[in-house]
Nanobody, 124 residues
Framework: DVQLQASGGGLVQPGGSLRLSCAASGFRFDDYAIGWFRQAPGKEREGVSCISSSGGSIYYVDDVKGRFTISRDNAKNTVYLQMNSLKPEDTAVYYC?????????????????WGQGTLVTVSS
């Protein structure tokens, strides 16, 4: 079975850090670009960051640039999202998914694999 398992969420104070993991199984992980998305209560899902299959291309949404770092370990079939300097507005359920990356645009295709989500709450 194809699985993407997101983990690492939790409650953290503003300014704190968390590292999310997205562990994949059931498909050729190193053939796929992977993206992180988030959905805050009452808001639409938004793309946060993505990394190409080789790790050579990386993109971030503007409001996480300089604070979040995406990486991948193809030997472990895992993508990471290191989140530093967290703000209350980063509070959301974070999901990982397979994505396509094209010039100036990236996102999940119709047949994307999705993880189940992990909740990040930034609050004092």
């Amino acid at each position: 079975d194809v699985q993407l398992q997101a983990s690492g969420g939790g409650l953290v104070q503003p300014g704190g850090s968390l590292r999310l993991s997205c562990a994949a199984s059931g498909f050729r992980f190193d053939d796929y670009a992977i993206g992180w998305f988030r959905q805050a209560p009452g808001k639409e899902r938004e793309g946060v960051s993505c990394i190409s299959s080789s790790g050579g291309s990386i993109y971030y949404v503007d409001d996480v640039k300089g604070r979040f770092t995406i990486s991948r370990d193809n030997a472990k079939n895992t993508v990471y999202l290191q989140m530093n300097s967290l703000k209350p507005e980063d509070t959301a359920v974070y999901y990982c998914a397979t994505v396509f990356i094209a010039t100036l645009v990236w996102g999940p295709p119709a047949n994307a694999y999705w993880g189940q989500g992990t909740l990040v709450t930034v609050s004092s």
